[in-house]
């Protein structure tokens, strides 16, 4: 499935942002949405993620309760509301989705087999 995703910009240090993916000429349904982010010189590192059936979501620890993840039923979309950002969330965002993910592999980037095209998202002090 092909992946859109958006909502990337540049704030301040306390600022937020929405980041929106959704799947062109598909449906989530089934899938484990993923938010992954990469920051220069990092690996790649798992943000939150989504099982679109039953809603249930998973973060990493550095952005619970500043970051959510959710979904839009109607519109087929997935986003990752971020609050009170700092400079150390500035990173490529990625969106990813796949049927197979399970509850052991969430959070590895190998565990998806679609991915979005990224989208920058630069906090500044």
């Known amino acids: 499935v092909q992946l859109q995703a958006s909502g990337g910009g540049s704030v301040q240090a306390g600022g937020s942002l929405r980041l929106s993916c959704a799947p062109s000429?598909?449906?989530?349904?089934?899938?484990?949405v993923g938010w992954f982010r990469q920051a220069p010189g990092k690996e790649r590192e798992f943000v939150a993620g989504l099982r679109w059936n039953s809603g249930l979501t998973s973060y990493e620890d550095s952005v619970k309760g500043r970051f959510t993840i959710s979904k839009d039923n109607d519109k087929n979309t997935v986003y990752l509301q971020m609050n009170s950002l700092k400079p150390e969330d500035t990173a490529v965002y990625y969106c990813?989705?796949?049927?197979?993910?399970?509850?052991?592999?969430?959070?590895?980037?190998?565990?998806?087999?679609?991915w979005g095209q990224g989208t920058q998202v630069t906090v500044s002090s």
């Open positions: 000429g598909h449906t989530f349904r089934g899938y484990v």
């Open positions: 990813a989705a796949d049927r197979g993910v399970i509850l052991s592999n969430l959070r590895s980037s190998r565990a998806y087999d679609s």
